[in-house]
Structure formats: C-alpha cells, structure tokens
C-alpha cells in the first residue's frame, strides 16, 4: 500500500506522459540514465564518466538532487545515488524537486510549475533546462520546446541549449515517443522510424524502421538505443545491441548502379599463402592482444571498457594510449599488473558478470614525480598532443615528464608551493588547465596544425 502512495505522488509530480509514468532514459542538468544493454542502468555524470549499475531495469522514474528513483525487474523501487557507487530501497518517500513540478493530464492540459503552457499536449518530458513536449495542431504534429524556469540566461548560439530552443514549432510524423538526453531529442514516430535531434550540433537524421515492435529509442555515449514494451507496460532494451552513432546517416534514396559487363574468366592462379599483417601478428595465439593491434577483437574490448565506464576515448577497434589507459585502470580494479597487453585471462574478468565498474578515476587527482600508473599516462598523452613532449607515454613520472610539465608550468604561470622544484609536482590546478578544452597547442606543433586535442571535453 505504501509503495502504491508513492508511486500516485511520482505521478503527480514527475514529468508524465499519456501512455506511463516513467521513462527508458532521464536526464537533468547533471546527469543521464538510461537503461542499455541486458536491460542493466547506464548513469553519466556531470563530467561525462559512464558508470555500468549491474540491475535490471524496467523503468526509469524521476531524477533528485542526488539520486535516480527507477524500477527494477524484481519489482522493487530502488533510488541509485548519481555517482553510481550505491542504491538503496525505496520505501515510501524521497526528495523531489519542487521548483519545477510538470503536470499532463490525460485530456492534454500540460502545466508547469501550475501554469498551463499547453491544452492539447501529448507527451512531455525535460532535462532539467527546458520542457519538451508534443502537440496536435490539425492535421499537423509539432515539437515545442519551452524553458523550464523564467529566468533562464542568454543563450550562445550554437550552444547545446540554443539548438535545443530552436526546435520549437518543428513540424513531425505523428509521434509514438519523445526522449531528451544531453546529446539528443529522439522522437519514434507511428511507423516506428528513429528522428535523432542532435543537440550539440543541431543536426537531424533519420533512422529507417528496423522493428514493428519499437515504441521508443533515446541516444546516450554516442549511440542510438531502441526500446520496445513488455506485456506489463515496462521498457525493455529491444535487441540488446545498440546502433554506433557513427553509422547514423540523413536518410536519402540509392542511385540504381549500371550493370557491369561480365569480364572473362581468367585462369585461376596459384593459391598463396596468405600474410600475416602486423597487426595481426599482435595477437597471440592464447588470445593475448598487445598494443598497437587492430580489429574487431580490440574493438570489443574497447566497447566494454566504455560500457564498465573506463576513459578508453574512442571504440575504433585500434589499441592506442587510450585503450592502454583503459586497460591500466581496470587491471588496478582486479588487483592485476598492467602491461601493454591483454592477457586472455584478464579478458575473462573483463566480460565477466561482476566486472567492476571504474568508479575511482578522478583525471585531476594530483601527480608528483617518481608516481606510475594510468593517470601519469593520461597526463603525458595530453602534454604530448599539446606539444610539451614527456618522452615515451610509459605512465612512469620521470625525467622527461618532469620536463614537460616543467615548461606547461612556465607557459601558463601555474603556481608552486614554496621549495617545490618546477615540474616535480602536477597539482590538481594545473591538471584543471591542462585538461581544459580551452587550452590549445602550442604554436607550431603538429596537434596544432592538426586542431588540437578533441577528446578532451
């Protein structure tokens, strides 16, 4: 009876659409979550860390200050703290944001904060900075984008925000489902086509229908989900493999090729041996991969690195720093000596069910001279694309690193303790500046020439 009461206020005070109360993604000003493969929750943070929560989701109820109120497949009502380090069971309350309060009645009236902003509404949902919802004007279907709070700042154009303002009054198919996350407004229409609304760059593509069963999809770390409902109304993950947001493309209609003319057989040449190219030779026959290799093998490793929440940058099947940056976090995880190798039985524990997910890797954490490890390694790959070279990106603090950072200390006048000798100490001020998007190459070295380091946000 208590969890019934709870879950009536939720829908009084949750954002609600007309056909549940609940969600396969949410998202607020800090964090996302949503749920992804094997039905597991998936939560980012404000600083983009993805942590993998080992429950079964079936829906995704309301965002809090601090945790995330959602519905697992036992049944239970379960709040997951944002950073993604615990949860506790709901019993018969929680705190819920008050100052933005959105109600949709099954009639259409949608009001938020009490006021009506719409009469004949759809669907609603929000990202803790605007209000998303659709309308039926007519014949006509629309997206409306409304700000969640008055006093709301200028926007920069070009900005996430500014293109998400801009949707509004955007004409669509008549919608099935609307979901926002901090990428992307993903509207699934009635013939279960994918519209994906980027939000960082304020282009649209459209996904062909793959499935009658889709009711809703969302795109979260760069990747299109697709959902479809149980029998009990709840979400589950449709085919358990998320598209790559990289094979996303503007739909358009294949140009007929000519025929090509038959070519004359031509007499068959000896078989040769086939060669073994360098990357492949970089993987053992006991199933250990080193660095350097390439191919499907280092891309499955990578993508579940990034799904555990491990900094591997981008899953592109080839084993560089990142990937070894990756692999060296998880390894300290296992209580396992890293190596620039994956050994077979290391992979085990990687794709086990209780992998642990990388919850400790804090990118600022300060560094001094003679440390080892993966954030040595994360701190010379930076210093090197920014063109203060620390010598082989070999995670060991020594001479050549105390080198380079010596001179980004002196380019951009970081401040030393008294007695510290320049370059010795990497304090947590100057990892801040160093990782800063806003700090560019310097002039004249090949990053930048080449537009600098991308990858760090």
């Given amino acids: 009876m208590k969890k019934q009461f709870f879950l009536a206020a939720l829908m009084i005070i949750c954002i609600v659409c007309t056909a549940a109360c609940a969600d396969p993604i949410i998202t607020d000003s800090e964090a996302t979550a949503w749920i992804a493969e094997n039905n597991y929750l998936y939560l980012q943070n404000a600083e983009g860390r993805i942590s993998q929560m080992p429950l079964e989701m079936t829906d995704l109820l309301q965002m809090t200050k601090d945790e995330l109120i959602c519905q697992t497949k036992d049944g239970r009502t379960i709040a997951v703290k944002k950073d993604g380090t615990g949860s506790r069971t709901v019993v018969q309350t929680a ?112 996904q062909e229908a793959l499935s009658t069963q889709t009711q809703a999809a969302c795109k979260a770390n760069g990747a299109l989900y697709r959902y479809t409902r149980a029998k009990d109304g709840s979400w589950v993950i449709e085919s358990g493999v998320a598209e790559e947001a990289a094979t996303m493309k503007p739909a358009a209609t294949d140009t007929p090729k000519p025929a090509e003319t038959a070519k004359p057989t031509a007499t068959p040449k000896p078989t040769a041996t086939p060669k073994t190219t360098s990357q492949e030779s970089l993987i053992d026959d006991d199933g250990t991969v080193h660095y350097g290799a390439r191919g499907n093998t280092v891309k499955k490793i990578q993508k579940r690195l990034a799904d555990l929440g491990y900094p591997v940058g981008s899953v592109d099947g080839k084993y560089g720093t990142d990937t070894q940056i990756a692999i060296d976090l998880f390894c300290d995880a296992i209580a396992v000596k890293s190596h620039d190798y994956i050994t077979k039985k290391v992979q085990n524990k990687l ?42 990106v070999d995670g060991d603090y020594g001479k050549n690193t105390v080198a380079a950072v010596s001179k980004f200390q002196s380019a951009y006048d970081i401040a030393r303790e008294p007695n510290e000798k320049p370059g010795e100490v990497a304090s947590r001020d100057m990892l801040i500046t160093l990782y800063s998007k806003d700090t560019k190459p310097q002039i004249g070295t090949a990053a930048s020439i080449e537009g600098g380091a991308s990858n760090f946000k």
């Fill in 95 to 206: 705190e819920l944001p008050q100052d933005t309060r959105v109600e949709l009645s099954a009639e259409g009236v949608l009001k938020l904060n009490g006021a009506t902003i719409s009469k004949s509404a759809l669907q609603a949902v929000s990202d803790g900075t605007f209000l998303y919802y659709t309308e039926k004007m007519g014949e006509l279907y629309l997206l409306r984008v409304s700000p969640m709070q008055s006093d709301m700042q200028p926007l920069t154009v070009g900005s996430r925000d500014a293109n998400a303002a801009q949707l509004t009054g955007r004409t669509i198919p008549e919608p099935l489902y609307v979901t926002v996350s901090k990428e992307a407004v993903v509207v699934t229409v009635s013939d279960h086509r994918v519209i994906v609304m980027n939000l960082m760059d304020g282009t649209t593509e459209e």
């Fill in 351 to 392: 794709f086990a069910d209780d992998a642990p997910i990388c919850v400790n890797f804090d990118m600022y954490l300060p560094l001094k001279k003679g440390d080892k490890g993966a954030n040595v390694r994360y701190m010379q790959k930076r210093l090197k694309e920014l063109g203060y070279d620390p010598g082989k």
